[in-house]
């Protein structure tokens, strides 16, 4: 489907929001498993027996080679940690990304956490600048006319809070696979994005870092690290667009809660 938008239908896109529930309680569990001395292979292992036991598959287990069920990144680590044997530790900063597949549709979504108490105010900040910005996007697509206007949304929070997003990593479309067209920034970039239209499944994820929007790539050819070792944090949803509005397909009120306030309600398709 690359160069082609794949609009959904409305029954598809509950299949989807079944998927993203799925997700969502996967995460919760990794998350819980997150504890001092546990390994981010405990969280690995947490998020897939959950998304076994609701009898969905996962979508990040052998994508391109990758050899986990989540993504656990820790500190510099921005995003695609391979979980493994590192511990982790009081203070440390967490970012999870996992999805899952039901009846062939694809739901994905990560989120940030602090361990235990914080090493630094400027870290509890950043996750919470991270997430902002992540339904700060959310909102504005409810009624963005070009993919675009979510990016600049996204950007201002980041912007505002001196913070910069992660250059050359970006959201997505999402639907029959897990990353699809069109590509979602977390920043302005020049010329015409694509129109947004009903029956489109977005995969919005800012990845904010502290210092430089620099990284690179560790040797074991996933694990993406902020160039100056500075901090990270990932938030992501995937969001539905249907004729009536906007509906968070990986949260169970449809995003509900964090939408009140920035004047959204979220239409179930």
């Known amino acids: ?36 001395g546990a390994t981010t292979a405990d969280a690995d292992t947490a998020a897939a027996r959950v998304i076994a036991e609701a009898g969905a598959t996962s979508n990040f287990l052998g994508y391109q080679g990758f050899p986990a069920t989540a993504c656990v990144s820790v500190n510099e680590e921005v995003v695609h940690g391979i979980p493994g ?7 440390d900063l967490v970012s999870i990304d996992c999805g899952a597949i039901v009846d062939g549709w694809h739901g994905d979504s990560a989120v940030s956490f602090i361990v235990g108490e914080p090493a630094s105010r400027a870290d509890v900040a950043l ?5 902002k910005a992540l339904w700060a996007g959310i909102a504005a697509l409810a009624t963005a006319d070009r993919v675009s206007d979510v990016s600049a949304a996204i950007e201002d ?24 067209e ?9 010329g ?5 239209r009903p029956g489109m499944c977005l ?19 996933w694990t993406v690290v902020s160039l100056d070792g500075s901090r990270a944090a990932h938030w992501e949803h995937s969001v539905a667009v249907h004729e009536d509005g906007i509906w968070v397909l990986t949260s169970e009120d ?9 004047g959204v309600t979220p239409v179930a398709p």
């Open 157 to 180: 929070v980041a912007d505002e809070a001196g913070l910069h997003p992660l250059e050359g990593y970006v959201g997505h479309g999402i639907g029959t696979a897990m990353h699809m």
């Open 254 to 262: 449809g995003g509900a809660a964090k939408l009140a306030p920035l």
């Open 85 to 91: 044997h590192r511990v982790i530790a009081e203070g």
């Open 127 to 131: 996750v919470r600048t991270t997430e």
């Open 203 to 221: 995969a919005l994820e800012p990845m904010l870092v502290i210092g430089t929007p620099d990284s690179a790539i560790l040797n074991d050819e």
């Open 182 to 190: 069109p590509d979602v920034p977390n920043y302005r970039v020049r």
């Open 1 to 36: 489907m690359a160069g082609r938008i794949e609009l959904k239908t409305r029954e598809e896109m509950r299949v989807m929001a079944q998927a993203g529930v799925i997700v969502q309680r996967a995460l919760a569990a990794a998350r819980a498993a997150c504890v001092p």
């Open 192 to 196: 015409r994005s694509p129109r947004v």
